[in-house]
């Protein structure tokens, strides 16, 4: 039996709607394709999925990886679908939270290079753990190197050691400007 509204309209689904859903399906089949194996067995998908993914990864851009794809979607809508979502979503806000560290600790070096002692105070204040004159040391080399416009790699080090001591979780501090 059909489903009506209150009308007498027989009730379809929107097509627009499902072939929307089955286009961000298959940017999610996409995505697991650029995933490690570890990550998939780790996401619960079962092991005929993981071998239709393997193959699928070993395909050269053709029909016949499309038509994969495809098979890939439907067994995906059929298993797993919702924790392979989740995990992608998850590993998504993940990267983008490393993102978001990395360029701290880039504005960071930047300042502490173009400002010397005067960032370097804040910096301290928000991290009381770091070892003053080991970053003191490395910020007048990489101030230096800036100077003479010499690759020493102090710049290197010391954005080594700010990403070190943020990860640390001595003290977070957001960038001011």
């Known amino acids: 039996m059909r489903e009506v509204d209150e009308e007498g309209f027989a009730v379809r689904p929107n097509k627009s709607a499902q072939k929307r859903e089955m286009a961000a399906i298959r940017k999610l089949v996409v995505s697991l394709l650029e995933c ?8 619960g ?3 005929d ?3 239709g993914l393997r193959l699928a990864r070993g395909m050269k851009a053709s029909g016949a990886r499309n038509r994969q794809i495809k098979f890939l979607v439907r067994r995906l809508q059929q298993n797993g679908l919702e ?3 989740a995990w992608m979503e998850r590993r998504d806000l993940l990267q983008a939270e490393e993102r978001r560290r990395f360029h701290q600790v880039e504005r960071w070096r930047d300042r ?3 400002e010397g002692d005067s960032a370097l105070g804040e910096f301290l ?3 009381p753990g770091a ?3 080991r970053l003191r040391a490395l910020v007048r ?3 230096k190197e800036l100077r003479e416009q010499k690759r020493t790699g102090a710049g290197r080090k010391l954005f080594r050691l700010l990403r070190e001591i943020s990860s640390d979780g001595a003290g977070s501090a957001t960038l001011k400007g």
């Open 141 to 143: 080399a990489a101030r």
């Open 125 to 127: 204040d928000a991290h």
């Open 112 to 114: 502490l290079v173009e």
């Open 83 to 85: 924790a392979a979502r």
């Open 45 to 47: 998908l079962d092991a």
């Open 36 to 43: 490690g194996e570890g990550e998939w067995a780790r996401m």
């Open 49 to 51: 999925l993981q071998e």
């Open 131 to 133: 070892d003053r004159q």
